[in-house]
Every structure is written in C-alpha cells, then in structure tokens.
C-alpha cells in the first residue's frame, strides 16, 4: 500500500481564554551565608571600590579644585540570580543598571552551594549571573550604606523598590570593576593576536578590532564615551573606521585600527597594559576577522550540463546579501537584480565572484546535480562582501564597516528604504544570510548581529535563513586509529565531539528568530570515484564535520535544522612512527566532486562553468530554495471547502514553522549513540546540541498524505492568553495498537530584551499533550531544550492504542506568559502552529480525509447563520 500527496489544511479559529497557570516546580536551592559572614566577605571588597573612586577622582582632578565624581562599571558576581534586579538597580541615584551575563558556573564550597543550609553541600555546580551597573561615587557610598544597615538587621524594610537588593546581597559572591580581563575574556583576541603575529611576524603594521561599549540611556553620554575611547584610540596611534549605534538592540561600537605595538604590549604584558582595555566606556574589545572565502578551484572547470533559461516575472521574495554574483553566467542571467550602493562592483573581477555565483546559483536552481524547477521570481542581491586585497580570487565582507551596522542598513533599504529613498525590495519577505562573522560568539551573551537580525525579524515580519558556520580546522585522532577508515570515521566524530565548545554557532547564527541551518554530509553528486589518497569518513546523511554544533544561547536549539552541505572528503593521514596524534586536513574536491554542483565563474571568460563547494552556506541556500516553495503553498491558499490558511502576516513565522514541522533525528540517533557511547542519562540532551532538530525530509515538507494529515494555524496572542486549538481525531486509529505520530511545531517571533540573559521579552508555547489521547511517548529533542528558543518541535510515537470517543479532538494550547520582561499591554506575539498525525499506510490511508471531514463540518457550524 503506498501513500498518495494531499494538501496541508487549515485548522481554523482557536477559542481565545485565560492562561492555564500551574504552580511551577521547586527549582534547586542555593545554600547561601549569613548576613554576617557576608559582611566579613564583602566588606574589603566595598572598601576597595571607594579607594577606587577616591583614586580615580584624584587622577581626573589633576590638582584642580573643582570637584569630580567619576564613574566606573562595577560587576555585581551573583549566585543565582535575582528576579528584576535591575529595576531596583536604576532606583538608586547615580546606578544605571547596564547588562546582566551568564557566567561560568562555579564549584560548590562553603558558603554557596546547592541545597539547603542543613545539608552536607552538594557536588553539584554554581549558577552564576553578572549584572553590570554603572555607577558613580556618590552611588556607591549609598550602596555601601544599605549594605551595612542589611547587615546589621538582615529583617530591614528597605525603601519602595528597593527590596530586590535583600536578595542580590544575599546571593553576592563578589562585587568588583569591570576588568581589562573582562573585556577580552572569551572574545578571542588574545589568541587571535598570537596567531596574527606568528603567521605575519613583523610585517604588520596594524590590527583591527571591534569595540563594542556601554550603551548608556542617555545621547550625551553616549557621546561623551565615544569621544573619550576615540581620543584614547588617537593616541595611542590607532584610526577609527567606523562607528554605530542602534538604540533598539542598544549597541554602540567603533570599528578601530589599533598600532601593532599595542599588540606586542598585551601580549608581553597583559590586559592591562594598554589604555583601551582598562576604560570604563569600553564592554568587550573583540578581534574583527570578517568573513573571507576562496576560490572553489584554481583550475579549469569543465562545463557541465545545466538548466535550459526559463522567464522570470514579479517582485522578488528573496533577499541574498553576500557577495557579487556573476551576474552573466548561463544559469543566472536575467534572473538577478543587483543593489549595489557600496559600489563594490567597480572593482569586483569576475574571477573573485564565487560565493555569491555559488549561492544565487543554488537559490534558483538547487543543486545543479539534480537541479529542480527553477524559482519563477528574480533574486534581489545586495553585496556585502568584496574581492580580497591580499588574497588572489577571493573575498571577504566588507573590512572598513562594522558588520552589525552593515547588515542593519542593508534590511532597512530593502523594506523602508534610506536617505529618504523609496525602499528597493518591499516584496522581500526572505533573507538569506549564508556568511557571518569568524570571530568567536561570547558564550554568555547573543552577538550583536544576532540581536540585530532577532529585532529586524519583529520589527519587519522577516524570515532569516542563516548559516550556523563553518569550522575547517584539521581534526586530531590518535595515530593508532588512522591506519582504517572505520576506525578513522568514528575518531573523528568523537574528537569533533570533544572540540564542540570551539566549533559552536558563528554569528550571527545565534538569533532565536531566525532559521539557523546546519550541513549534512550529502548532496546530489552521487557516486563519485576517488583515489586512495582521500577518505570519506562521514556517514551520509549525518552531520557534516566541518559545520558549526549547538547549543545556542541559553542552551537553546540551534542549528534548528540540518540539510545537505555537500560531501567533504579529507586527506588520507601519513602517520609517522612514533607519533601519538596525527591531523585529519580537508581535501579539494571543487574540480571532481563531491559537493553540491553551482555555478562558478570561468577563467577564460566561459558563462557556463561550474563547481562542486561544500558548506554550512551551501545548505542554508538550498533551505532558503524551500521556504520559497512553502510561501507557494501559503499563498496558493485553501481547496475548496478547507478553511482559509492563514493570511501573509502569518506566512514568515509559518514557513519556519513548517520547514521545522519536516524535520527528525532518523537513523542518527542511532548511530551516534553507539558510536559515541553515549550516556544515557545525558543522551539526549548531548544529541540535541549535536543535531538540533534534526534533518530536514523535503519530502514531507508542505505536504500531507492519505495516511498523514498536516493541519496549519496563526496568531496574535497576548500576555496570559491562551488559544485552544481542537485537532480532530480520526475514528481509523480508534482503540487500535498500531504504531502512530502526532507532531507538533510553534514557531513564533519573539521579542526580546538585550541587556538580560533571558532575553526572550515572553514565552510562547504549548503544554504537553494528553497521553491517553496520543497513546506515545515524546522522542527526539531533550524536552526542556525545545522551550529555550522561540520554536518547540516535539514528536510523539506510541503503539498504545488511543482512548478516544467518535468526534473527539486532540486539544492543544498555544499559551503566552512573561519571560524577560512584562509583555507590555495591547502588544501580540505572531506565531505559527502545525500539526500533523499519522500512521503507516498498512494501518489506514484515510486518516487525512477523515479529518478534513471533520474540519469541514466545523467550518460549517460556524459559518451558519443565526434564525
């Protein structure tokens, strides 16, 4: 018995109601000390932040008499964390409460640890949380006061919006300055320097960096800071190229050119040795390596077999912001409309115009192996990146703009338009972002293009497909093991495991309202022979080693999907007697495969070539391909007597949705259990960092079948709403023990709060469904990981046969509560719901039209007008 295609169907209205609210579960305790062992602690600490501003207000006195009150960032280190901090924080004349951090767990030791006082302390770690405040003299004297007058009675009333404070000094670890370590701790630029030195030696004259500052509430400042960092910048002999600030995501940075000297003095001598990274004005001073990409090949490609032109007509849907197409080749021509208003292309050789050949080519036709029908609608190209200056045929972003503000820019022109002018995409309603930024994401905080791309999501009802990044180190495995492929094959992935904190998410990859996808090590090239100086050591199908694991921010799933990359091949190992390790190097394969095929520039003027390229943009390419082909089906609309889908304000968050809904662990699963040796306490939970999701099925995607019925919703909901959805049964899977799935995704765009670790400004989600309706069990993604994000994708199977009368439905509640911040009143959450459920085609091939049946006598009843 085989399945035959049906549509996706509509589930129509939700009753609207209260939300259902449980009384949440005991968290873990922090066993925390005394108020008087915490004045013994934190009494010298206090101490020694007043010496800090007497000295301070000295060495900007000068020997003058007028009186200066200094200001510097201080860190409030705290076990735990405390609810709304902040807003007692700003209550405090001279506090401006500036960012909360996630930081680093702690080990347990007398005086903070999990459980209660009267526990022997537990083994388990630490929370910790960081909030910065900015604070002057003045400010921390009364601090310093109102901590003295809760030592000395700990049962105080504390004055109106102040009693947040009883907690914070109760969880205190540390209070202390924001340090020149600070600033640099995790961001990468102390190695990245090392590096930069040991390849260039003395040659360099120059590095270049982004500094990232304080993003204060008021304009002047904000301008204060900037001034006084530019002046430092000065000199010291460095040279500002560029500089921004983007109140929505409060982020204000400068993009500097710092002396090599500068670079030497830190490396000789520390953080603190130079002035820029001991000001209070300054956050985070982070190398800036924008993303730069070779030629596929050097060699000759051989023209290979493409597809016939077709017309195009309409606006475009989609935007590809990367590098500069050739816009003449055979597969691209007439199809492409270029904004250029950096003028990049005046000195934009063909021969560097490969990575946005190889993305446009794939975008409109898919991978030129097996391509598919070409996209019907033009590609709107806004190049961000340009020909390198050192580096023959190849690119990188654009180096003298700071790549938030870049990117902030590129979207405001395509849908509102700047320097007054009509906007140049309006139809756009997919980005495509197949590059990012090199340097590493700060584990304890989104990246600023990640928070940028979470609010231009809200704020212009975008769907962003974004590459989770690509990491192309050689991979180490013991020498003993690389003499066989097998041994070789399951090496490499758990080495690849035990390096996974190097090789998480590259920004901006990191945003929770964009689709972030990751490569599977597969294409359409097929069989391809190669010589024994190679190895394939990746399974098809699973994960591409060269692709950037999760999980995201707060543990949050990311990459949210996997889809093919391109098979990459690596060179056969020489081991060398007496080595204990030995180093695993990508091959090139561009000229023969494998590899997704794309169109490639040719040497000789040729508007026919092509390539094979693997990669995180490949994959994130061909799934832009697909969410096209979802708005298709979105706009096509319902059949019939179907209930209408959803309107265009849904479809963004729908094809997220949906692109998800495709999505499963498969054989995976499997296999990296056994090969890893996982434990199965923490499985699950390791195999959602390492697959998200799951790969996407393009199969299943937008459709249903005869024994699987896909059933759609969107809405507006608010703070403590709740939308109940009843998704019909069908009376075929009535008390029988066959096995079954009911699947279920929410996406939504979620607002957020960019100075808080929570960050989500609310929480849409749905409660766990009904056992004894479903008759399963919930597989796949680790179930506290899927609510991190602002999309929950969960699957349940079972056997069981299910309890359920005739006309019965599976209810679903989509609900909304606060998160970072109260939802402010009026203000509605989009989001998107799919269901599906389904059985094998041996058990029953009627379950969609039973349910579509049922759906449309709903439809009736309430469409019925009243006597």
């Not at 009186?67 to 960032?73: F, G, K, R």
């Not at 390198?388 to 990117?407: C, G, Q, R, Y």
């Not at 962003?464 to 094959?489: C, D, K, M, W």
């Not at 100086?533 to 921010?553: E, H, K, Q, S």
Request: glycine residues 8%.
């Amino acid at each position: 018995m085989t399945e035959a295609r049906r549509s996706i169907l509509a589930l129509g209205a939700p009753e609207v109601g209260q939300r259902i609210k449980q009384s949440p579960a005991p968290g873990p305790q922090i066993s925390r000390p005394s108020a008087a062992r915490q004045g013994e602690r934190l009494s010298p600490q206090f101490r020694t932040l007043v010496e800090a501003f007497e000295s301070k207000r000295a060495q900007l006195s000068d020997g003058h008499v007028d009186e200066v009150d200094p200001e510097l960032v201080l860190v409030f280190d705290l076990a735990g964390s405390v609810k709304d901090f902040q807003n007692a924080i700003n209550r405090i004349d001279g506090l401006e409460f500036l960012a909360e951090f996630l930081e680093d767990e702690a080990e347990p030791d007398e005086d903070f640890h999990m459980g209660s006082r009267q526990d022997d302390p537990s083994d388990d770690m630490v929370q910790r949380s960081l909030y910065l405040v900015m604070s002057n003299a003045a400010a921390v004297s009364q601090l310093l006061r109102l901590f003295e007058q809760w030592q000395a009675d700990p049962a105080m009333t504390f004055d109106r919006g102040l009693g947040k404070f009883r907690g914070a000094f109760e969880h205190l670890r540390a209070i202390r300055r924001w340090s020149a370590a600070d600033r640099v701790r995790d961001t990468g630029l102390i190695q990245a320097w090392r590096d930069r030195l040991e390849l260039v030696g003395q040659s360099v004259s120059s590095v270049r960096v982004e500094i990232e500052l304080w993003y204060r509430h008021d304009a002047e400042q904000r301008m204060a800071a900037e001034t006084h960092v530019a002046e430092i910048i000065g000199n010291a002999g460095g040279r500002i190229r560029d500089r921004t600030q983007i109140r929505e995501i409060a982020y204000h940075a400068l993009l500097a050119d710092l002396p090599v000297q500068q670079v030497h003095a830190v490396l000789g001598n520390g953080a603190e040795a130079i002035q820029l990274l001991t000001t209070d004005e300054v956050m985070f001073v982070t190398p800036y390596t924008p993303m730069s990409v070779g030629p596929s090949t050097l060699d000759s490609i051989a023209s290979r077999s493409l597809p016939a032109a077709s017309r195009v007509s309409g606006r475009p849907r989609i935007a590809l912001l990367d590098g500069l197409p050739f816009v003449n080749h055979d597969v691209l021509v007439g199809r492409l409309t270029v904004d250029d208003p950096d003028e990049v292309s005046r000195n934009y050789p063909v021969s560097s115009r490969h990575h946005g050949t190889a993305m446009a080519s794939l975008i409109i036709h898919g991978d030129l192996s097996a391509p598919g029908e070409s996209l019907d609608r033009p590609l709107y190209v806004r190049p961000i990146m340009q020909p390198h200056e050192a580096l023959a045929n190849s690119e990188h972003v654009i180096p003298d703009l700071l790549l938030t503000d870049l990117l902030h820019r590129a979207v405001r022109r395509i849908v509102e338009g700047e320097s007054g002018r009509e906007p140049t995409a309006p139809s756009v309603r997919i980005i495509n972002l197949s590059i990012g930024a090199e340097s590493r994401a700060l584990v304890r905080r989104m990246s600023p293009p990640g928070r940028l791309l979470d609010w231009l999501a809200v704020k212009y009802n975008l769907l962003f497909v974004v590459s989770s990044g690509n990491h192309r180190a050689p991979i180490s495995i013991p020498a003993e093991a690389a003499t066989q492929l097998e041994s070789t094959r399951s090496e490499a992935l758990k080495a690849a495991r035990n390096m996974s904190r190097l090789r998480g998410i590259l920004p901006p990859g990191d945003a929770i309202n964009a689709l972030t996808v990751g490569a599977l090590h597969d294409d359409s090239a097929g069989e391809i022979d190669v010589p024994d100086t190679v190895w394939d050591i990746t399974r098809r199908g699973m994960p591409a080693l060269y692709g950037a694991v999760g999980p995201g921010v707060r543990r949050s799933i990311k990459p949210d999907l996997n889809f093919a990359g391109g098979r990459a091949l690596y060179t056969r190992p020489v081991v060398v007697a007496g080595d204990d390790m030995t180093e695993l190097q990508l091959a090139p394969t561009a000229g023969r495969g494998p590899g997704t095929q794309v169109a490639a520039p040719g040497r000789g003027g040729e508007t026919d070539t092509s390539a094979f390229s693997y990669g995180t943009s490949n994959a994130t390419a061909l799934v832009t391909r697909e969410a096209s082909r979802i708005f298709d089906v979105l706009e096509a609309g319902a059949d019939g007597e179907d209930s209408p889908f959803p309107n265009a304000l849904y479809h963004p968050v729908l094809a997220k949705a949906l692109l998800v809904h495709a999505t499963s662990w498969g054989r995976a699963e499997g296999w990296l259990r056994n090969v890893l040796g996982l434990d199965p306490q923490r499985a699950r939970r390791e195999l959602t960092a390492l697959l998200g999701y799951g790969a996407l099925d393009v199969g299943r995607l937008g459709v249903a079948a005869t024994n699987r019925a896909v059933l759609i919703a969107g809405g507006l909901i608010g703070r403590e709403e709740r939308h109940t959805y009843d998704v019909p049964l069908p009376s075929s899977l009535q008390s029988r023990a066959e096995w079954h799935r009911f699947t279920v995704t929410l996406a939504y765009m979620a607002p957020t709060v960019t100075y808080l670790t929570r960050y989500r400004g609310a929480r849409v989600y749905f409660e766990k469904l009904d056992e004894r309706l479903t008759g399963g069990k919930r597989i796949g993604a680790d179930h506290h990981a899927v609510r991190r994000g602002n999309c929950q994708h969960e699957i349940i199977e079972g056997r069981r046969a299910m309890a359920f009368g005739v006309d019965d439905s599976l209810p679903i509640h989509v609900q909304c509560m606060d998160d970072a911040q109260r939802l402010l009143a009026g203000r509605k959450i989009r989001y998107g719901l799919v269901v599906s459920v389904e059985t094998a085609a041996e058990t029953s091939t009627t379950i969609h039209d039973e349910i579509r049946a049922q759906l449309q006598v709903r439809t009736r009843v309430q469409t019925r007008p009243r006597s």
